[in-house]
Nanobody, 125 residues
Framework: QVQLVESGGGLVQAGGSLRLSCAAS????????MEWFRQAPGKEREFVAA????????GYGVSVKGRFTISRDNAKNTVYLQMNDLRPEDTAVYYC??????????????????WGQGTQVTVSL
């Protein structure tokens, strides 16, 4: 069992930066791939970024590639999402997620094993 708690959301102007954190509890954190998804009002939950347990290699959604960076610290049981050059269209609730590392990274919500409660990110003009 893995419990996930996000923090770091807030209000930022376009072009600004935020760093989200996801603290995980449970002894199996280091054996899970970790992902970030987001969901804007009226839209489906969207894959943002992922980091593999096996080698720490990242993957990104097309809309954030080059602006967002995912990282993890296994010693702290924490995964981070550094978001730069934020745009109004990045406004959403951001969710931390985890899936079993024996599988490939989750890029669809139905592939996720565990979810955090979400943190709001709002980008103003």
């Amino acid at each position: 069992q893995v419990q996930l708690v996000e923090s770091g959301g807030g209000l930022v102007q376009a072009g600004g930066s935020l760093r989200l954190s996801c603290a995980a509890s449970g002894r199996t954190f280091s054996s899970h791939n970790m992902e970030w998804f987001r969901q804007a009002p009226g839209k489906e939950r969207e894959f943002v970024a992922a980091i593999r347990w096996s080698d720490g290699s990242p993957g990104y959604g097309v809309s954030v590639k080059g602006r967002f960076t995912i990282s993890r610290d296994n010693a702290k049981n924490t995964v981070y999402l550094q978001m730069n050059d934020l745009r109004p269209e990045d406004t959403a609730v951001y969710y931390c997620a985890a899936n079993n590392a024996a599988l490939r990274i989750a890029v669809r919500p139905q592939e996720v094993d565990y979810w955090g409660q979400g943190t709001q990110v709002t980008v103003s003009l």
